[in-house]
């Protein structure tokens, strides 16, 4: 069951915020999308094309214009809005990034939960990430109950989200009604130049390498299925993982592969040749002006083994995830619908 409620989206314009919007306009809500002055809309109509009634649903968002870095556009942006879903983020696993990343993460939800607590918002769905989860116990799928892990080998993405949810946690004792999510990594048709879309042009471009890794990977249509089914639900004051399937990079990028009609990569690249890649990529950032396509985090990452249980989401609100391969075939169907038709 949908409730109509005064709904405000920040991210709209991103992968994510742009399915959320696409879920609750299909379900009658008249939503408030936060954006910034100048964004873009391209992923947003992307994603909104899918639908047979897409202008139709398009009419139903009010775009208003804020940054969540300017506390008095968000308590405006936040007048008579009975629900928040809070997408926004910056997401880089780039060392040079950090003081952006704790601005944008952290300063910027700390800004959405104190808004909320002065407008007297009744349901807040923060969007955190499985980077602030601790580490896996005796080889067990990793779950909301792992503790965080200080040791320095964390990204800083994964310090920003975490100190992010502190703040959100820190509302919550002041008596803001909230929920936290922490998707895996999210898989969907977004801009394809970056994030987890990129691995899909990486493959059509004719990716040779893949790795020993595994990771947790999820329908962007299932998380934000997820959010509206907690919001609806009422649940506060948890967290839950959302994550569909744990599935090595050698199984990933065959499917992703099949899909798009390619060949998948066959050579394994070690650790050696992942920590020669990420130096490498940073010099050529020095001279390029670009960000390094591999980072060091990214590099390591790629050849360790993360699972994750959504079990406490599953039994909470009886979820059901969308299978793996039909994910890959939604995906691959939209990039060459987009890019090569």
């Not at 007048?79 to 910027?108: P, T, W």
């Not at 109950?145 to 920003?160: C, E, F, I, Q």
Request: aromatic residues 8%; charged residues 20%; contains cysteine.
């Amino acid at each position: 069951m949908y409730l109509c409620l005064m709904i405000l989206v920040t991210g709209g314009t991103g992968l994510l915020g742009a399915h959320l919007l696409l879920e609750l306009t299909r379900h009658g809500h008249h939503v408030k999308a936060l954006r910034r002055e100048g964004s873009g809309l391209h992923v947003m109509e992307s994603v909104f094309a899918t639908a047979n009634d897409h202008a139709s649903l398009q009419s139903m968002i009010e775009w208003v214009e804020g940054d969540i870095l300017d506390v008095e556009s968000l308590i405006m942006a936040m007048a008579d809005v009975e629900q928040v879903y809070h997408c926004a983020a910056l997401v880089s696993f780039a060392a040079e990034d950090k003081k952006r990343l704790m601005q944008i993460n952290v300063e910027g939800t700390a800004n959405m939960v104190n808004a909320a607590l002065i407008t007297g918002i009744r349901h807040f769905v923060y969007v955190s990430s499985i980077a602030t989860l601790g580490s896996s116990i005796n080889g067990e799928p990793v779950s909301e109950g792992a503790p965080w892990d200080t040791l320095p080998k964390g990204s800083v993405y994964g310090l920003s989200k975490h100190a992010a949810e502190r703040e959100v946690w820190r509302a919550m004792a002041e008596g803001l009604q909230a929920v936290i999510i922490n998707p895996s990594v999210i898989l969907g048709p977004g801009d394809w130049s970056k994030g987890s879309s990129e691995l899909f042009t990486a493959v059509w471009n004719g990716l040779k390498y893949t790795t020993t890794g595994v990771n947790g990977y999820v329908d962007v249509r299932d998380v934000a299925r997820a959010m509206v089914g907690l919001a609806n639900a009422r649940v506060v004051n948890e967290r839950f993982v959302v994550n569909g399937a744990n599935v090595s990079y050698k199984d990933l990028f065959e499917a992703i592969a099949q899909g798009l009609g390619k060949p998948a990569p066959k050579k394994i690249a070690s650790p050696v040749a992942g920590e020669l890649a990420w130096r490498l990529f940073a010099v050529l950032s020095l001279f390029t002006g670009k960000k390094p396509l591999i980072t060091k985090e990214t590099a390591r990452a790629a050849q360790k083994r993360y699972s994750y249980s959504s079990q406490s989401l599953i039994q909470q609100i009886g979820f059901t995830f969308t299978p793996f391969r039909e994910t890959i075939s939604y995906v691959s169907n939209r990039f060459l619908i987009e890019n090569h038709q």
